[in-house]
């Protein structure tokens, strides 16, 4: 058994400024603010409009404040892991061109792709690296443009994606009763047929037909992604509670992906706990991908209390999904 835990020790954020409501999009496409609310429960989400600035910037942005917070020098810092389906390039990773503009120097950083589970998985390996004492100080940002991969006239999938990032820094304690104390990381790889981006990878390079054929935006079927979400994050979700002997009243918060506000709903049902359990952002950014997890931490972290017991979970493209039980281990800071 490893002689640390990993605990957060602090969290900020980046969102753009623009603000792209239902009413702008019920003029895109043909759409409409009830069906939105009733079907996903998205308001608003924000976009990065600037081209030249995309989830490398924004994560940036998001460290920057993080080191600044937590008084952290970018010499301290030992890994940068970037979760991101929305990387600046193929090559070089996010996290190495994020470490260079924040001034991480004597780090490794890299990048996970794990669908809207980016944030979750990294989490979990950043988690190990600071168990094992490989890495003392570890940033974990997930970051994601969505805008750029998301098709503006396919009023299946615009209203549900937004821009923003978020950043966690991971220490070791040797207090074994707070931290990161478990998780459930789960994949099924079958479900790439109804969630993917068709082209722009090795197997379907970029050419003049793949942008004709508008391939390299979301490919989503909505029904069949919705139904595995619902029992998957609630599977695991549960499992976590009763492996724990975590009962309903017992769990402080809630933190799950910010998919669909029924997804979300569905979930608390079967775990057995009250919306006022839940953290719910969904309606002002939409589904941000890597950054939702991170969002919502930073939304809460004033309402936060050392020893209060959270259940993150997510579900996302692959399909991957997940949950991991903590204990928050600071109080609010003044
Ligand atoms: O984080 C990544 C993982 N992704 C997810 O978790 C997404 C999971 N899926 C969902 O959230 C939902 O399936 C959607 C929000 C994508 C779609 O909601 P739905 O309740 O499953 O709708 P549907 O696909 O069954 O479509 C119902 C109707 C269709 O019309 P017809 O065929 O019944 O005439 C759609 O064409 O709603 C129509 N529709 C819309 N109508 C107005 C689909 N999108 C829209 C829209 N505005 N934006």
Redesign the pocket.
């Known amino acids: 058994m490893s002689k640390f835990n990993a605990h957060i020790t602090g969290i900020d954020a980046y969102v753009p400024d623009y603000i792209l409501t239902n009413d702008e ?1 019920s003029r895109m ?4 603010d009830e ?2 609310m009733t ?2 429960g998205i308001k608003e989400r924000r976009i990065m409009k600037d081209k030249d600035k995309a989830s490398a910037f924004m994560g940036a942005e998001a460290v920057k404040k993080l080191l600044a917070k937590t008084n952290t020098s970018p010499d301290e810092i030992d890994l940068l892991v970037c979760a991101t389906v929305t990387p600046d390039m193929q090559f070089p990773a996010t996290g190495n061109i994020i470490s260079d503009m924040v001034g991480i120097k004597n780090a490794f950083s890299h990048d996970l792709n794990a ?2 589970s980016s944030f979750l998985y990294a989490l979990m390996e950043a988690t190990k690296y600071v168990e094992t004492g490989f890495a003392k100080k570890v940033i974990v940002v997930g970051t994601d443009k969505m805008s750029t991969i998301v098709d503006y006239t396919d ?6 994606f937004g821009d923003g990032a978020g950043a966690i820094l991971l220490e070791p304690t040797t207090d074994k009763d707070l931290g990161i104390i478990d998780a459930e990381l789960k994949v099924d790889g079958v479900g790439r047929k109804w ?1 993917h981006q068709k082209a722009g990878g090795s197997l379907n390079p970029a050419s003049h037909e793949t942008v004709d054929a508008r391939e390299h935006y979301i490919y ?4 069949p ?2 139904k595995y ?1 619902v029992s998957r994050m609630a599977d695991v979700s549960v499992d976590m509670m009763k492996k724990h002997d975590i009962k309903p009243d017992d769990l402080a918060w809630f933190v799950p ?1 910010q ?2 506000m ?2 979300i709903d569905a979930t608390a049902r079967r775990m057995g706990i009250s919306p006022d359990q839940v953290m719910i952002n969904i309606q002002r950014y939409g ?1 941000t ?1 890597s950054a939702t997890l991170p969002l919502l931490l930073w939304e809460w972290e004033n309402k936060l209390k050392k020893g209060d017991k959270l259940i993150l979970s ?4 692959g399909f991957t999904w997940g949950a991991v039980y903590l204990k928050w281990a600071y109080d609010p800071k003044k």
């Open positions: 999009l496409v043909d759409t409409t069906w939105i079907r996903i669908g809207c009023r299946t999938v615009c209203p549900i969630l989503q079927e909505g029904q992604v919705f979400a992906h998919a669909n029924r997804i589904n991908t997510t579900f996302g493209a």
